[in-house]
């Protein structure tokens, strides 16, 4: 599977932005989708995923109620609405996916997903 970020860009504080993760490949429906960030010099960190088949969605407490991810299944594509965005968001973002057939698995770990894109920057500052 192959995963194209897009979407990443200059916001001020209080902004929205919607991020995208195109996919390639075939067995879409049967990966989770996770949304990581990585500042410099730390770990990536998952702030959502979306599971496979059902569409179980999880956030970390630092984005939730601020950040909705969906998916289109038919488009092969994963959504990261981020509104409200502060400066404590600004990263290089990521999508990963897992293929799994367990029902609402979204590993937390990095290291769990197999499949990366490339990255998008997004800086949040006024």
């Known amino acids: 599977l192959r995963l194209v970020e897009s979407g990443g860009g200059l916001v001020q504080p209080g902004g929205s932005l919607r991020l995208s993760c195109v996919a390639s490949?075939?067995?879409?429906?049967?990966?989770?989708i996770g949304w990581f960030r990585q500042a410099p010099g730390k770990e990536p960190q998952q702030v959502s995923c979306?599971?496979?088949?059902?569409?179980?969605?999880y956030y970390a407490d630092s984005v939730a109620g601020r950040f909705t991810i969906f998916r289109d299944n038919a488009g092969q594509v994963v959504n990261l609405q981020m509104n409200n965005l502060k400066s404590e968001d600004t990263a290089n973002y990521s999508c990963?996916?897992?293929?799994?057939?367990?029902?609402?698995?979204?590993?937390?770990?990095?290291?769990?997903?197999?499949?990366w894109g490339q990255g998008t920057q997004l800086t949040v500052s006024s």
């Open positions: 490949g075939f067995g879409f429906p049967d990966y989770a």
């Open positions: 990963a996916a897992l293929r799994t057939s367990i029902k609402d698995l979204c590993p937390r770990a990095h290291s769990r997903y197999a499949y």
């Open positions: 979306i599971s496979s088949r059902n569409g179980r969605t």
